[in-house]
């Protein structure tokens, strides 16, 4: 199945839950005050926020007069035009060696994520190495070598309640001896002591700068879809310890709010990078804006 088939089909409870809604908007005798309350109905429910909301009907009322648009069912594809605008930024291209640093809160599917990706890039012609730096949840070493069993990459892990940085280190000496590709590094999920995130992240920043400057070096955060806006706090407080890149948005096809692509690209100027639409090792795809709003609108 292609990108665009797996993320359309990914996105069929977003779709169901706002096409009733659009369809009522759009179907308006005229662009009056009903249109624009059916219209904000259908973007809050799905998620999208009030902040990214009002803007895009700020944007809708200013653009529908100087483009001297008459009907509700013309606007549809202005509508599309300024969603696009709110979520499409432009990612750098990767450049190997690679890191890719990946937080989270536990829970969001986050060492399952890991694996996809090592998967990806796998599937691209690449090689690639897991850092097993989660030494504090148990079972999580062990959760993570199945999903690189599955993918077919490396791992390198310590014992149970080790210093994640010398798991990180290792991994990194590893890298560089095999002139490894990509190099993924999972953390714990911790929030419930930010002073001890800080100071932990701190230390494998410090290993990593040491030992692997010249890599490009990406830092993702994961979020579960189906969160809604409680991802946006996640973000926040991740961001001022790592100063987050882009995001893993897992379980879009769980959830009918997938809005909150919208509201986090809004309220937190953070990109998507990669979006989860099944529970397959596959099913973890390079995000597409473009993509993303023609399947809502579909």
Same mark, same amino acid.
């Given at each position: ?115 996809? $990706?090592? #998967? !990806? ?6 090689? @690639? *190495?897991? %850092?097993? /730096? ?114 893993? $948005?897992? #379980? !879009? ?6 809005? @909150? *692509?919208? %509201?986090? /690209? ?33």
């Amino acid at each position: 199945m292609g990108f665009f088939l797996k993320l359309k089909e990914g996105l069929k409870k977003t779709r169901e839950n706002i096409s009733r809604k659009f369809y009522e908007a759009f179907k308006a005798k005229e662009l009056g005050q009903e249109f624009y309350d059916t219209l904000e109905l259908a973007l809050i429910s799905a998620d999208m926020g009030y902040t990214a909301t009002e803007n895009v009907l700020r944007r809708l009322r200013a653009e529908i007069p100087a483009k001297k648009i008459s009907k509700p069912e013309e606007a549809k594809a202005l509508l599309k035009r300024i969603l696009l605008e709110t979520i499409d930024y432009e990612i750098p291209h990767y450049e190997f060696p690679l890191l890719i640093f990946i937080s989270g809160v536990n829970g969001v599917g986050k060492t399952t994520a890991v694996g996809k $990706l090592a #998967k !990806l890039f796998v599937s691209e012609g690449k090689s @690639v *190495v897991i %850092a097993a /730096a989660d030494t504090f949840r148990a079972a999580a070493s062990e959760q993570l070598d199945v999903w690189a069993e599955r993918a077919g990459v490396r791992v390198i892990s310590h014992s149970e309640g080790s210093d994640p940085a010398a798991v990180v280190f290792d991994t990194l000496i590893s890298a560089k001896a095999k002139g490894t590709q990509v190099i993924i590094i999972d953390t714990a999920g911790r929030l419930h002591n930010k002073k001890n995130l800080m100071e932990e992240l701190k230390k494998i920043n410090r290993v990593i700068d040491r030992e692997l400057p010249e890599a490009d070096r990406r830092n993702l955060i994961v979020l579960d879809a189906t969160t809604g806006q409680n991802a946006l706090r996640q973000v926040e407080v991740f961001n001022e310890a790592i100063e987050i890149d882009g995001i893993i $948005l897992t #379980k !879009l096809d769980g959830t009918a709010k997938g809005g @909150v *692509v919208m %509201a986090i /690209a809004e309220e937190q100027n953070i990109p998507v990078y990669y979006a989860g639409v099944g529970e397959g090792i596959d099913d973890l795809i390079p995000f597409d804006a473009k993509d993303f709003i023609d399947a809502i609108f579909e």
